[in-house]
């Protein structure tokens, strides 16, 4: 597997794996101000930002690359208000975004075609986390005048269930 390509792969999963802590951390903040359906709705997030390490990892070893375990940095505990939490999280999916992008740069140069079309399924995979986010956001910033909608929301993302992403080598 080309160096360059093995290395970025690497630090995508060690990206994906920060995600995942990132969510348990914002779930954790939910919890603490009693909003137990977007804690849950994080929790659901955070597995599948582990879902996405492991289809990379396989990926990985699959091809014959080495996955080196670095240091995953410790995300940031507190936010506002849940506006503010859903405003950081959109803000760092477009940075994961960004970072599939550059890694399927990385793969082109490389003229790596197999890791190309492996990173399809994350390409459309990040439009849709991106509108997930979104979403959420657009609902809390209509519920600003409305401090008894933010509870409906609330419970409305607490019935997002966990669906394992089936056939993509997780
Ligand atoms: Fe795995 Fe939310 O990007």
């Avoid at 699959?62 to 936010?79: C, H, L, R, V």
């Avoid at 190309?116 to 439009?127: D, G, S």
């Amino acid at each position: 597997m080309d160096k360059a390509v093995e290395q970025a792969l690497n630090e995508q999963i060690n990206a994906e794996l920060y995600s995942a802590y990132l969510y348990l951390s914002i779930s954790a903040w939910f919890s603490s101000i009693g909003m137990k359906g977007m804690a849950a709705w994080e929790l659901v997030q955070a597995q599948e930002e582990r879902d996405h390490a492991m289809m990379l990892y396989n990926y990985l070893l699959s091809s014959g690359g080495k996955m080196i375990a670095t240091e995953i940095k410790a995300p940031q505990t507190e936010w506002g208000s849940p506006k503010e939490a859903f405003e950081f999280q959109l803000a760092h999916e477009k940075g994961v975004t960004a970072s599939i992008n550059r890694l399927i740069e990385i793969s082109q140069s490389a003229k790596d075609h197999a890791s190309i079309a492996r990173l399809q399924w994350f390409i459309t995979e990040q439009v849709e986390e991106e509108e997930n986010v979104r979403d959420v956001l657009n609902q809390i910033t209509l519920a600003a005048d409305f401090p008894s909608y933010l509870y409906m929301i609330d419970k409305e993302l607490g019935t997002r269930v966990y669906t394992p992403p089936t056939g993509n080598g997780a």
